[in-house]
C-alpha cells in the first residue's frame, strides 16, 4: 500500500512565493519552504525595493524592482535555502563530475603519449591548469576543453563522455 506520491521532479517545483519584510518566503511541491534574504539578492538588497513578485512557472521566480528591473531566479538557486540538504548534494556531484573529467583528461593524455607539460603547451593551457584539471579541483571552461580536445587530437565529446556511450 502506498501512503503518499510525489509529482516527479517536485524538489525543483515552486509552489508559493511571498514578500515578507527580510525576504521571500518560498514553498516547493515536496513540502520544502524557506527563506531567501533580500540580503543575499544584490540587485535588490531590501523589501522596499521591489513592485512585484511572480512565479510564471513552477521553475522561475521573477521579481520587478521599483525602477522596473526584471531579475529571474530559477528554481536551483532558491531550492538551497528550502533545504539544507541541496547544496551539499550538489556540491558532491559536481566534485564526482571534475574528477571522472579529470581521470578522463588523464587518462586519454597518458594514451597519447603525452607529459602533462607537453598537452599544456600544445593547448596553450598552464600545466598548473591542467594539473588542476586531472585532479578534480577546477571547473574548465569551454574554451580550454575545446583546446585540451584539439591537442588529444579528439572532439570535446569524446572529453566529455566515454566512447562506449559516444557509439550507442
Not at 556531484?93 to 583528461?105: H, Q, V, Y
Not at 580536445?149 to 572529453?159: H, W, Y
Amino acid at each position: 500500500m502506498i501512503d503518499a506520491v510525489l509529482v516527479r521532479n517536485a524538489n525543483r517545483m515552486m509552489t508559493v512565493a511571498a514578500l515578507l519584510e527580510h525576504g521571500i518566503e518560498l514553498s516547493f511541491a515536496d513540502g520544502a519552504k524557506g527563506l531567501i534574504p533580500y540580503t543575499d539578492l544584490p540587485e535588490i538588497g531590501e523589501r522596499a525595493a521591489l513592485s512585484t513578485l511572480a512565479l510564471p512557472n513552477p521553475y522561475e521566480l521573477v521579481l520587478k524592482t521599483a525602477q522596473g528591473t526584471q531579475i529571474e531566479i530559477p528554481w536551483d538557486f532558491a531550492r538551497h535555502y528550502c533545504d539544507k540538504f541541496y547544496r551539499p548534494t550538489v556540491e558532491a556531484i559536481a566534485m564526482r563530475g571534475r574528477r571522472t573529467l579529470g581521470e578522463r583528461i588523464r587518462r586519454l593524455r597518458s594514451s597519447a603519449g603525452l607529459t602533462q607539460e607537453a598537452l599544456a603547451r600544445a593547448a596553450d593551457i598552464g600545466r598548473v591548469t591542467l594539473v588542476r584539471l586531472e585532479k578534480g579541483e577546477q571547473t574548465p571552461r569551454f574554451k580550454t576543453l575545446d583546446a585540451i580536445a584539439k591537442a588529444l587530437g579528439i572532439r570535446v565529446s569524446e572529453l566529455l563522455v566515454e566512447s562506449e556511450f559516444l557509439h550507442q
